[in-house]
């Protein structure tokens, strides 16, 4: 327990560093990417990205499976379960490597078929793509090792493997565009030497952590390897849902409005990515504390802290959604230049409706809780599958151009998340259908607050740089901070938050999952 009380701060620590790691390589990455290739050009590298996602879909029931008897495993000290898993993963994936890495060299060499490169960019878009897709693969060989450190609770470890991989990539895009040449193919190197070290780093921490746990291939079990597989399953559909619903925009802008549109589209999501990021932070202290609680069958408590952790979620996300909405036009003109202002009413629609999406975020955790997992991601799939004809129809038969491929995400995305979702736990916890929608109402009046702030901002005061932004900005946010904690949250939020922060500091986590085997 007293390992628990140091270990919980480290890791919130750690992945607060983590987060900040991402937030600036992003913030600077982009404009840097685009001043130095062009915008045509630096689309390619978000959509790269994008496709080495379609490939890390094969893997996801694996991974996913991994961490969770893994953890049981070493908990319980079944040091020889815990090498028959660690082995049949390890050979398993490294055989699914040597298949695709074939394939993918393919595909890369093709690239030009598949989507629509600027011209001059063939060879470029092909390297860019192929050695993206090494990185991933090695990412996914990563994920072994780096299991073993979230079976011992050391997360703080697991977000140095992600820190490491992120200044890797940024350091070798900086030193070979400065020291040679900004092109494509050296962001694939940077992409494949990020992979590589996570590789390496994992691999390390995995030894000094678990020195007992080795791989040989007298360990290899195909009957623990169909236990993996069928484990995952429903996963992988979730994530097929994911892939069609989520992460098709880009393949689809770069398809029907061209590279150069696509790219700005690309350099746009970013600050989706950053708020996609903080609410999985936010999301992490949640997640632990409602499998506690489910496991030990205290289902009203668990109600009451998910119910204050989404209003909670969307009030935070709301703060800076609406500031960024509301600063759109000098933000976009600081950051990538005047040519993107025009785009402010797209950037609108990619970040005002992340307020219910994400802040519906702490529901994921229940539905696993519950093992309910099954409908969400046929729902999920459902969804992918309408989503593309939906944007082929507002493409070919309106004017709307980018704006129907994100208008139809922004649509199917807050039926899903702020209908089906809260809708769907409400049924299987057996509470009023309103129990987990309601909470979203004080984010929708934060946003609307950081907005109006942000827009009567600029009619009382001139922003002339960056740094008055960044000061307006900040004012706002501290402002609407205060007004939420002091207003929107009432005397029982308060009191439940400081239930839900004892638990945390209370509970052996660990010791709950080992009892956890039967209900989760």
């Not at 030990?296 to 204050?308: A, D, F, K, N, S």
């Not at 979203?440 to 005061?461: D, E, F, K, M, R």
């Not at 439940?496 to 010791?511: A, D, F, K």
């Amino acid at each position: 327990m007293a390992m628990l009380k140091r270990q919980l701060p480290l890791n919130l620590g750690v992945n607060i560093v983590n987060f900040l790691v991402g937030l600036l390589a992003g913030i600077w990455l982009t404009p840097y990417l685009i001043s130095t290739l062009g915008v045509a050009a630096y689309g390619l590298i978000p959509l790269a990205m994008v496709l080495a996602e379609y490939v890390a879909l094969i893997t996801t029931s694996i991974n996913g499976a991994i961490s969770r008897f893994l953890t049981i495993a070493i908990q319980q000290q079944r040091t020889e379960e815990a090498t028959r898993i660690f082995s049949t993963a390890f050979f398993f994936l490294s055989a699914v490597v040597v298949v695709l890495t074939p394939m993918l060299g393919w595909v890369s060499y093709n690239v030009h078929h598949l989507i629509k490169v600027p011209a001059g960019y063939t060879q470029e878009a092909a390297s860019l793509l192929f050695m993206t897709f090494l990185g991933s693969l090695l990412s996914i060989m990563s994920a072994i090792f780096s299991s073993s450190l979230y079976a011992n609770n050391r997360l703080d470890l697991c977000r140095v493997i992600d820190i490491t991989r992120v200044v890797v990539r940024v350091v070798v895009i900086i030193g070979c565009f400065s020291l040679l040449e900004p092109t494509l193919r050296y962001v694939g190197y940077a992409n494949f030497a990020g992979g590589a070290t996570s590789l390496l780093v994992s691999i390390l921490l995995n030894r000094r952590m678990n020195p007992l746990l080795r791989i040989t291939a007298r360990s290899f079990d195909s009957s623990q390897l169909k236990t993996l597989v069928s484990f995952g399953g429903w996963t992988v559909i979730s994530q097929l849902g994911h892939v069609l619903f989520a992460r098709l925009d880009l393949v689809l802008a770069n398809l029907l409005t061209g590279a150069v549109v696509a790219g700005k589209y690309a350099a746009l999501l970013q600050w989706t990515v950053l708020l996609q990021s903080l609410a999985g932070l936010l999301a992490g202290v949640c997640a632990p504390v409602v499998l506690i609680l489910y496991s030990r069958g205290q289902y009203g408590h668990l109600v009451e802290m998910v119910i204050l952790a989404i209003k909670l979620m969307a009030m935070t996300i709301a703060i800076p959604a609406g500031l960024l909405c509301g600063f759109a036009v000098p933000l976009l003109r600081f950051w990538l230049g005047p040519s993107f202002t025009p785009y402010a009413s797209l950037f609108w629609i990619t970040i005002a409706p992340l307020v219910i999406i994400l802040g519906v975020t702490p529901l994921f955790a229940v539905q696993n809780a519950y093992k309910r997992i099954m409908v969400p991601s046929l729902v999920m799939v459902l969804l992918g599958l309408i989503n593309i004809p939906a944007i082929l129809l507002l493409v070919n038969y309106t004017s709307l151009g980018i704006y129907a491929i994100c208008l139809s995400g922004a649509v199917l995305w807050v039926v899903k998340c702020g209908l089906f979702n809260t809708l769907y736990n409400a049924h299987f916890t057996m509470q009023p259908r309103g129990t987990f929608l309601r909470p979203l109402l004080p984010g929708i009046v934060t946003l609307a607050l950081a907005w109006g702030a942000a827009l009567l901002c600029q009619q009382l005061i001139v922003i002339t740089s960056p740094v008055v932004l960044a000061i307006c900005a900040v004012v706002i946010a501290l402002l609407l901070a205060t007004l939420v904690v002091t207003v929107l949250l009432g005397r029982a939020d308060r009191d439940e938050l400081q239930s839900v922060l004892r638990t945390l500091r209370s509970s052996n986590s660990v010791s709950e999952m080992r009892g956890n085997n039967v209900h989760v």
